[in-house]
């Protein structure tokens, strides 16, 4: 199946895209929905990256989420994607901010960081200061701001412009 042409919902198509196009092998993402994006972002890295080694990490708030949201068991999903074969797996359940800052100096040069809509403002804005560590020159943040819309792309440069503006703001 070509995930970059026939995935749904349309939106996960700029995903699939992305990793194809900049062979992604090293995946951070953020707000993992039911999970099958997860397993579809890790077999298109397999197939188009440069090296067989792909290495993904998902932060999720996982069985802490809110009523309303559907349940994801932080088990389930670690056993959904330790059966695929090539694959370095982590896990990290929690809010976006705080779980970034843990993770963010064992992840230089992400390839790709996916952050999904339902992710809070508050998690977003601590997360920020972290991200441009954590990436090269090539890589790419994709952020998305309403349920199955479009995903924005920034390259490095544009999230150390964004987290330098941040920061003096934060400062006045």
Not at 33 to 46: C, E, F, L, P, Y
Not at 51 to 79: A, C, M
Not at 111 to 140: C, H, T
Request: proline letters at 3%; aromatic letters at 6%; one cysteine or more.
């Amino acid at each position: 199946m070509n995930l970059t042409m026939l995935a749904k919902p349309i939106c996960d198509r700029q995903i699939y895209k992305a990793i194809r196009k900049n062979r992604c092998r090293s995946l951070v993402e953020i707000g993992l929905g039911d999970g099958s994006r997860s397993v579809n972002m890790i077999r298109v890295a397999q197939k188009f990256a440069v090296s067989s080694n792909v290495k993904y990490t998902g932060i999720d708030l996982f069985d802490s989420r809110e009523n309303s949201e559907p349940k994801l068991s932080l088990i389930e999903v670690h056993r959904q994607l330790k059966a695929i074969q090539g694959v370095k797996v982590q896990l990290v359940p929690g809010e976006m901010g705080p779980a970034i800052a843990r993770i963010a100096n064992s992840h230089v040069r992400t390839d790709l960081i996916v952050i999904s809509n339902g992710v809070s403002e508050k998690s977003l804005e601590q997360a920020w200061f972290y991200f441009p560590r954590m990436l090269q020159s090539s890589s790419i943040v994709m952020t998305q701001r309403q349920f199955n819309g479009p995903f924005e792309t920034l390259n490095r440069l544009q999230v150390e412009k964004l987290t330098a503006n941040r920061s003096v703001r934060r400062a006045a």
